[in-house]
């Protein structure tokens, strides 16, 4: 597997990666890192000498990330893609790094011998964008792990001193696709404004960011932590009165599982696999600040809490459990050493 994936933290990517690669080793398995540079181009090449590089019979390449060789691998080989935000959502990237983006993925897909992706919408999509065959796609959903979100954690000193009781919790980078303007242009509105209850953001600048960043530091009812600790990130969800997600777009989803695991209300869209994990979240009608407001406030201002609710949440986090997923990527592994 890359080692630009597995050791760095670059988001969901590296969740993935890490609990499949432990996973694998936990059934006894072997996993080794191809290594990276700090250039792209450096990395690329590495990633390309490892697809020329003869193995053994039983030795299998998983490309973690969307892109990976320039040339058609000589031993069995596998690219997970995500997904194509681009198709529904735009500004993601520039154009150039658009087109680049999509070539090195083509190229992921048609130089590997399985497509492996998250949902059956990433599926769709990448059948329809890239024109590969849906054969040669498996969706294997993401698992979570729920006893770390359902068991009860504590805010660290440095973070509890900032957060009050009840706040609106969003948890992810600052980048467009993740539609953090429109969430804090939403906590403006005098419905939301006279609940009281402030946005908490926890998540670190990503790309394209200076909008959302002028807004949070503008607004009077908004408190930015920057990233946070795993075990913070935790405690937040498990103390949020309501998580929103109100994203553009997800291959997958994994804060909206997690807030439902800690049985904490949750707010999203329904773009791309959202609407495949939401489940009993409540559903935003549309992604302006009006609607984000409206959801807000009918969530904010109705039930939701009882010991049943809560549990039909968590029991719909818990159904998506890495042991499923990783004995399906194990699976797909045999079948494509089998050709």
Not at 75 to 93: D, E, L, Q
Request: net charge neutral; with cysteine.
């Amino acid at each position: 597997m890359p080692g630009r994936i597995l050791e760095r933290h670059v988001g969901g990517n590296t969740t993935y990666a890490r609990n499949i690669a432990a996973g694998l080793v936990e059934r006894g398995h072997t996993v080794d890192t191809i290594p990276y540079g700090m250039n792209p181009l450096i990395t690329a090449a590495h990633e390309t000498c490892a697809a020329i590089r003869e193995g053994s019979s039983d030795q299998l390449i998983h490309y973690v990330a969307d892109t990976g060789p320039l040339v058609a691998t000589r031993g069995p080989s596998v690219v997970t893609i995500h997904g194509v935000a681009s198709r529904w959502a735009s500004g993601i990237r520039n154009s150039r790094q658009e087109w680049v983006w999509r070539k090195r993925v083509e190229r992921a897909a048609r130089s590997t011998d399985l497509v492996i992706t998250v949902s059956k919408s990433s599926a769709n999509d990448i059948a329809s964008v890239f024109e590969i065959d849906p054969h040669r796609i498996r969706t294997i959903p993401h698992g979570i792990d729920f006893e770390k979100f359902s068991a009860a954690i504590s805010l660290s000193a440095e973070v509890q001193a900032r957060v009050p009781e009840r706040f609106i919790l969003y948890v992810g980078n600052i980048e467009p696709r993740k539609n953090v303007s429109e969430l804090v242009r939403a906590m403006s509105e005098k419905t939301v404004k006279a609940l009281g209850i402030p946005l908490v953001i926890a998540g670190k600048p990503a790309w394209n960011y200076a909008e959302s960043m002028q807004l949070i530091e503008q607004a009077d009812n908004v408190i930015y932590l920057g990233f946070v600790s795993d075990q913070d990130r935790t405690a937040l969800m498990q103390s949020a009165s309501l998580f929103v997600f109100p994203s553009r777009y997800e291959g997958f989803g994994f804060p909206v599982l997690e807030a439902l695991a800690t049985g904490t209300r949750v707010l999203t869209s329904t773009r791309g696999a959202l609407a495949e994990v939401a489940g009993p979240s409540t559903i935003l009608e549309s992604l302006t600040p009006e609607s984000i407001a409206a959801g807000i406030v009918r969530v904010l201002t109705g039930g939701g809490q009882t010991p049943a609710e809560i549990q039909i949440r968590k029991d719909w986090a818990r159904s998506f459990d890495w042991s499923t997923s990783v004995e399906a990527h194990i699976e797909a592994y045999r079948e494509v050493l089998a050709q």
